[in-house]
């Protein structure tokens, strides 16, 4: 069964950090362009961020500049979403997707997604 599980979120305070995870199961990350998005409750879903098959990054969300970081273990075929001085504003559901594009480009039409996990920030 080919998959996307995410793993990580939590409930963390304002100022903390997590790293969310996304394992492929079924199929090889390694060509494939990964994105995060997210879902606050009552918003729509955002991009955050992307990583390509060959490693470079990009930024979909300001608001998260200079505090989220992706990365990827394709001997691990797991993307992570590392995340630093966490806000209230960033609860959302994190979503992992999947795309056979060679480079990042914004869009919901992905070959993958990962149910989500849940990241609460909250004191």
């Known amino acids: 069964q080919l998959q996307l599980v995410e793993s990580g979120g939590g409930l963390v305070q304002p100022g903390g950090s997590l790293r969310l995870s996304c394992a492929a199961s079924?199929?090889?990350?390694?060509?494939?362009?990964i994105s995060w998005f997210r879902q606050a409750p009552g918003k729509e879903r955002e991009g955050v961020l992307c990583?390509?098959?060959?490693?470079?990054?990009?930024n979909y969300a300001d608001s998260v500049k200079g505090r989220f970081t992706i990365s990827r273990d394709n001997a691990k075929n797991t993307v992570y979403l590392r995340m630093i001085s966490l806000k209230p504003e960033d609860t959302a559901v994190y979503y992992c997707?999947?795309?056979?594009?060679?480079?990042?480009?914004?869009?919901?039409?992905?070959?993958?997604w990962g149910k989500g996990t849940l990241v609460t920030v909250s004191s």
């Open positions: 990583i390509s098959s060959s490693g470079d990054s990009t």
């Open positions: 079924g199929f090889t990350l390694d060509y494939y362009t």
């Open positions: 997707a999947a795309s056979r594009l060679r480079r990042c480009v914004l869009s919901d039409a992905m070959d993958y």
